[in-house]
């Protein structure tokens, strides 16, 4: 996967369908690198929105990157548990040192009680007309909503605690090296 190591430090590149630069973090270091998947961490992290906003997420943050599953996953440790943030995007990319995929709006909320909260619905189907998705990119955003929320209720890696917290001290391991 393009030469990355464990410790390196990433940026990430959200875009939207029509090509358009959507937002963009400022690092993710890489944890854990598998067949299918990356395993990236971040704090307080800088964070640029399209409209130029600037601001930094609030706390530390364990992602999960897929080159076959359209969706990306980030366990947010927060002071009352561990909330999950899974967007419904493309597998991801990298190219000279930024992961890049598409993002489709639609968005799953976990909560640290296992319950759970689809977003965005409204977004998704005005870009959806906007930029013109196909019915099969339709199906397949909604198909891989369907298998998220199946590994939700099933409690699938990576949303059961341990995984994160495992994930995080490999992190802080990380950055002590640093």
């Known amino acids: 996967m393009e030469n990355i190591k464990i410790g390196d430090k990433l940026q990430i590149h959200c875009y939207k369908h029509n090509g358009q630069l ?3 973090w400022d690092e993710a270091t ?3 690198i598998h067949e299918d998947y ?3 961490g971040n704090n307080q992290t800088i964070v640029i929105d399209s409209d130029g906003k600037v601001w930094k997420t609030k706390e530390p943050a364990i992602l999960f990157f897929y080159k076959n599953r359209w969706f990306n996953i980030i366990g947010q440790i927060k ?3 561990i909330y999950f943030y899974c967007n419904i995007a493309t597998p991801f990319l990298i190219d000279d040192k930024v ?3 598409i993002d489709y709006d639609l968005d799953l909320r976990v909560f640290p009680n296992g319950s759970f909260k689809i977003l965005d619905r409204m977004e998704y189907k005005y870009h959806k007309k906007q930029m013109h998705y196909s019915n099969r990119l339709d199906f397949i955003l909604k198909y891989e909503l369907g298998n998220l929320i199946d ?3 099933r409690k699938e890696e990576p949303f059961d605690k341990n995984y ?6 490999l992190y ?5 090296k640093v």
């Open 164 to 169: 994160i917290e495992h994930y995080y001290k």
């Open 172 to 176: 802080c391991e990380l950055k002590k």
């Open 30 to 32: 890489v944890i854990e």
């Open 151 to 153: 590994m939700v209720r």
């Open 22 to 24: 959507h937002r963009q």
């Open 99 to 101: 992961i890049k995929y």
């Open 38 to 40: 990356i395993v990236f």
């Open 79 to 81: 002071q009352y548990g």
